[in-house]
Every structure is written in structure tokens, then in C-alpha cells.
């Protein structure tokens, strides 16, 4: 429905009751056609052709062919279901992940069943995926609520998807995102909920690299920047003005960009990131790429980069222990130092299998509460943490603990930790 400036009905167009995509679609394309000719005309016509393509009914080749040039090629995709199917970090990532979907199913649609919220550059609503298993013929639906994000050239950036009953939580996620201009949205990787000053460092960093930013990359990065290259054919290091020609040889390198994941954060100041580099040969010769690799970046109070530190991604053990060391030399506290300082200690005992380290860090009031659902309970005593440890390995022998998050407040931390 289109209205005058008193409020009078001048335009009104009725969809059927089931193409509810359809229709929001056409609000995009009818809001482009009334603003005047220009940049935000130019945009808003894009977005509208990227809402459409979005908001596809089916998950055909010919449909997933038109979805992918509307992709920006940073497009990230973050799935907080329970049962999470993928989050992707490419357009061509997220295009064949939803193309996996074909071989398992038959007459897989999509249906978009509510509007949630909608803005010029986002959009969220609920939908749902349903069709046929292709092994039983069995039918199935799967019901989700996904925010979409909109760029400056109206591409879309950025999906977000959650699970039914959690609108709440994209609602308020949608609100966080169209606060700021979504075309200088940080990503947000796995593990978001630690992002840092150090991981918006980085992401700026990155960015700017990717948006042929070199001026924007100067500021990144402060004056005392110290660059310790431990990667084993490259080992160097160097301040920021060599750092700099170095990075600008890569700049320079035809397509270049850079690919991201957040691994680890420590604190405010430190961050530890999976890095990916790609381009192509100059002179037409080809696409070429590196290795995925750590890079851990510690900034001071200022969020400025004072040290990065890369590791080859088989040295990951090094790159942790390194975030840890530099973490403890970051706490005040003598007391929330050493605890710091212990997770070497930790990570050594249960390799060995010698407990007594582990005992020894604790005091003779420790208490191990577990609240998970499978978890082990309430333990006291000093060795509670060694039994539980001692616990995983009997299980699996070669588990290994990652410590991927911590943060501290006084002597007390929260930390987010896997079992591999």
C-alpha cells in the first residue's frame, strides 16, 4: 500500500496469502522506484534484487544460480541453531553448502511465513524448508528465522540463523546490526560473544585490505608495531615500517584478500585468528594461495596493533601457548598471573599424564561444580580437577583440551573451552 503526504491510499498491490516472499520483495523494489535518481536510488534497487533472490522459493540449481551473484564475496554466514547446519565464510562457501542439499532431497522449498522486522539494508523473517528425504521419501520441514544484511552496493553480507522460539535473540541481534552502517559491519566469527578490542583490530585490519584501503591499514597499527614472523620457511622479524612494505607487496598482489576465522581471544587485548590469503598471478597467471595460518594480534589501550605474531597452521600448540604467555604477562595481579601461567602446566600434564601439577595449582578448598546437562557434578578437594581430567583421557586418549575464550575480572575468569 503506497500513501499520499495526507495519508490517502494512492497505490495498492494483494499477493496471495502463501507468497508472503514475494511481497516483501516487491516493498523493496516499490520503496527504490519512489526515491529519486541517484546513489541511494542505485542501491536500494540492488538490495531489492538481492531480497528477491534471497527470499527464492526453491532450492534448484536454477534458483541457487540467481542467489549467488547477489553475494558479496565476504558474505558470511553465522548459524546459532542448536542443530546448526554450517556457518560459511564465502559466497561460494555458503552456495555449496545449500547445494549439498539436492542430493539428499527432493522438491526441497522454502516457505517465508512472518515478517519480523525490515529495513532499508536488513531484513528478518521467519521461513521454512520442507520437501522430501530422497533415501525414504519420508516428508520433513525445517522452520528458521533468518537476518540478512545488505552491503553498500547492495549485496548482501551477512546471514544470520536461528532457531524458532529464538526470536528474542534475533530481534535484538537485528537491532545491534542496522544501529551502524552495515557496510562496515565487522564480521562475526564462531566464538562472537568474545569479541575484543584485539579481534576488531584485526577485522578492521582485514577489511580495509580486502576494500583496497591502504591508508585505512596505516592506521591500524601503532608506531612501536613489532611483527614476529615464526612460520618455518619465513622466520623474520621486524617493526612497522618493514612490516608495512611487506604487507603492501601483498596488497599489490592482483585480487588479493584475506579469509578469517576467530580461534582464541585472551583479555580485552589479544586475539588469535586462522588466516587464509588468496589472489592471482600477475600477468593472468592463475590463482594462487597460502596455507591457512595463525596470527595472533595484541593491541594496547588505544585498540592500535602493537604485535602480530604468525604460526603455521600445524603449530597451533605454539600459537596457544604463546596467547597464554603473553596473557599472563599482561595481569596485574600476581595471583591471576600465575593462574594464567598454569594453563602451560595443564596442557603439559595432560599430555604426560601426570597429575600432580594439576593438584598442585589447586588449593585444598577447591571445589569442581558442573552444571551441564552430561556433566560430572560437584567435586571438592585438590584433586577434583586431576580426576576429571584423568576422566577424558581413560575415555579418549588422545583428547586434548583448547582453551578458546577467557575473561578476567579481578581474580575470577570465564572461559569457553572445548575437548578435542
Avoid at 542501491?43 to 531489492?48: L, M, S, T
Wanted: overall charge negative.
Amino acid at each position: 500500500l503506497d500513501v499520499d503526504d495526507t495519508g490517502k491510499g494512492t497505490r495498492v498491490e494483494v499477493f496471495a496469502d502463501d507468497h508472503l516472499g514475494d511481497a516483501i520483495a516487491r516493498l523493496y523494489a516499490r520503496y527504490a522506484e519512489l526515491l529519486p535518481e541517484g546513489a541511494e536510488r542505485t542501491r536500494e534497487e540492488a538490495i531489492a534484487r538481492s531480497v528477491a533472490a534471497s527470499l527464492r522459493r526453491s532450492n534448484e540449481p536454477a534458483d541457487l544460480a540467481r542467489y549467488r551473484p547477489v553475494l558479496a564475496s565476504t558474505f558470511e554466514l553465522v548459524d546459532h541453531r542448536v542443530l546448526g547446519t554450517w556457518s560459511a565464510h564465502s559466497a561460494d562457501a555458503h552456495v555449496q553448502n545449500l547445494a549439498s542439499w539436492q542430493g539428499i532431497t527432493t522438491d526441497a522449498a522454502f516457505r517465508t511465513d512472518h515478517l519480523l522486522a525490515l529495513e532499508a539494508d536488513a531484513l528478518l523473517v521467519a521461513r521454512t524448508l520442507a520437501g522430501a528425504a530422497s533415501a525414504t521419501g519420508g516428508a520433513f520441514e525445517r522452520p528458521f528465522v533468518v537476518l540478512s544484511v545488505f552491503g553498500g552496493d547492495g549485496l548482501a553480507v551477512r546471514e544470520e540463523y536461528f532457531d524458532v522460539g529464538d526470536e528474542a535473540e534475533a530481534l535484538a541481534r537485528f537491532d545491534a546490526l542496522t544501529a551502524s552502517s552495515s557496510a562496515a559491519l565487522p564480521p562475526q566469527r564462531l566464538g562472537a560473544g568474545f569479541e575484543n578490542a584485539a579481534t576488531r583490530a584485526h577485522d578492521a585490519l582485514n577489511q580495509r585490505f580486502n576494500a583496497r584501503d591502504w591508508a585505512g591499514i596505516e592506521t591500524c597499527v601503532a608506531s612501536e608495531l613489532v611483527f614476529d614472523e615464526r612460520r618455518r620457511m619465513l622466520r623474520n622479524t621486524v617493526g612497522r615500517r618493514d612490516w608495512l612494505r611487506m604487507f603492501r607487496f601483498m596488497f599489490d598482489v592482483p585480487a588479493s584478500r584475506f579469509t578469517w576465522t576467530l580461534s582464541a581471544t585472551r583479555g580485552e587485548r589479544l586475539a588469535l585468528h586462522l588466516l587464509g590469503f588468496e589472489g592471482e598471478v600477475t600477468g593472468g597467471g592463475g590463482p594462487l594461495a597460502l596455507d591457512e595460518h595463525f596470527a595472533l594480534n595484541e593491541v594496547d589501550r588505544d585498540g592500535r596493533i602493537i604485535a602480530i605474531v604468525l604460526f603455521d597452521g600445524i603449530d597451533e600448540a605454539a600459537a596457544y601457548a604463546e596467547l597464554d604467555a603473553r596473557y599472563a604477562a599482561q595481569r596485574a595481579d600476581p595471583p591471576a598471573r600465575a593462574f594464567a601461567a598454569h594453563r602451560a602446566e595443564m596442557a603439559s600434564a595432560f599430555a604426560s599424564g601426570d597429575w600432580d601439577p594439576v593438584a598442585a595449582i589447586c588449593a585444598p578448598e577447591f571445589i569442581r561444580h558442573d552444571h551441564r546437562l552430561l556433566g560430572l557434578g560437584v567435586a571438592h578437594g585438590q584433586a577434583a580437577l586431576a580426576d576429571s581430567m584423568r576422566a577424558m583421557r581413560e575415555l579418549a586418549p588422545d583428547a586434548r583440551q583448547r582453551v578458546e575464550h577467557v575473561r578476567n575480572a579481578g581474580r575470577g575468569e570465564l572461559g569457553q573451552v572445548a575437548w578435542v
